[in-house]
């Protein structure tokens, strides 16, 4: 470790490399206010196994005594020009970022006063080419990012922002009236519901969530959230977890079986609603709006005060109440690499702009306690 407290490990073993980091790492996130699930060691490392080991460097900063103050994440690996095309550019990017797992909230946990030391690492990374920051919390994530870099996407999340008491408050009026009949209906079924925390939660789990997750898409075609794909990350992420870290799920259940699951993250006081399915046989008795309901409540009384909807603007998100959270992609470009990313971003805000047109609905506003923030965040784009 150099006299500045710095260190960097290139990644070739995870966890078994890093050794008690890991959970200092953990640590430190835990104590920031506004990191995610996404930037814990959890959620990175299962990524780095699960995307083939790419090219990893993890900065670390450590005060006088040895105690972590920041750790910071790169990865080099081929981005696609546009999703299943097949020609991909070398970047480098924060690691745990892009597809196919869509993380969001993404960043690096910094005490403030190390926040410019990740800047300038991140500046200066020791790889050649563009580098790609995704999908970062405009709060936490994005003042990490190098002066020369600029925004080149904005995306909107909604974030429900609960009491803490149970309450389910319904935003919608049409859905405020109905929701108690769904659960009525339900009810005099025999269906119930649960809430397994992450230290119960167990790898059938994910096949469970898999196979309602196919039934509940039949009708609309192919998901790409396949077990081929998602299952072996799912599978780590459930191996990791811990009381009040990882993934949990609020589950339907009739006459002993169940039949349908809300999947996600639990971190710090946040839900990160992330997938979900349910036996398609119960569509009718709208099953997925009341498990959504039951799902905000069970989170609340499991200590919870905010659920991430994560990515998407599909209007049953903001119908309980959600307001808008930005996500920011920043680029610093370099040599041809970067005129072809800079394109590619151009179509992405094209596409955006066109589907939220089609919405046809008025922007929500952003959530409570974020506006101010919002106003201040970094305005060279």
């Not at 920031?32 to 670390?60: H, N």
Request: aromatic share 8%; proline share 6%; glycine share 8%.
């Amino acid at each position: 470790m150099s006299e500045s407290g710095f260190s960097e490990i290139v990644l070739r073993d995870g966890e078994r490399q890093l050794g008690d980091v890991v959970a200092e790492w953990r640590d430190l996130a835990a104590h920031i206010d506004g990191s995610s699930y996404f930037e814990t060691p959890d959620w990175v490392l299962g990524w780095w196994e699960e995307r083939g080991r790419p090219r990893t460097v993890v900065g670390l900063w450590r005060d006088t005594s040895g105690r972590l103050e920041a750790v910071a994440f790169l990865s080099r690996l081929r981005e696609p020009l546009r999703h299943g095309f097949p020609l991909a550019i070398p970047v480098v990017t924060n690691s745990g970022s892009g597809r196919p797992h869509s993380a969001v909230r993404c960043g690096w946990p910094a005490l403030p006063h190390r926040v410019s030391d990740v800047r300038e690492w991140a500046a200066n990374h020791r790889w050649r080419g563009s580098l790609l920051l995704r999908h970062l919390d405009r709060q936490t994530g994005a003042q990490s990012v190098p002066p020369d870099a600029h925004r080149v996407l904005s995306t909107r999340c909604p974030v429900l922002e609960c009491t803490g008491d149970g309450a389910v408050h319904p935003s919608s009026k049409n859905l405020a009236k109905d929701l108690p009949r769904f659960r009525r209906n339900l009810e005099k079924m025999g269906v119930t519901f649960a809430w397994t925390p992450p230290e119960q939660m167990t790898a059938d789990a994910v096949d469970l969530l898999f196979a309602l997750h196919a039934s509940s898409q039949g009708r609309h075609g192919a998901s790409t959230f396949t077990p081929e794909r998602h299952a072996g990350l799912q599978r780590r992420l459930i191996t990791a977890a811990q009381p009040g870290c990882g993934p949990a799920m609020a589950t339907a259940s009739h006459e002993g079986r169940v039949i349908a699951i809300s999947y996600g993250f639990v971190w710090r006081d946040t839900f990160y609603a992330y997938q979900g399915g349910w036996d398609i046989s119960y569509a009718k008795l709208n099953l997925h709006t009341v498990l959504k309901s039951e799902m905000i409540r069970l989170a609340q009384l499991n200590g919870l005060r905010s659920i991430d909807f994560l990515r998407g603007v599909e209007s049953h998100k903001y119908s309980w109440g959600a307001h808008d959270v930005v996500d920011e992609t920043w680029l610093l470009p370099r040599g041809l690499s970067g005129w072809l990313l800079e394109r590619k971003f151009q179509l992405a805000r094209a596409e955006q702009a066109r589907d939220l047109g089609q919405a046809k609905r008025p922007r929500p506003r952003l959530a409570p306690g974020r506006v101010a923030m919002a106003s201040r965040s970094r305005g060279h784009n």
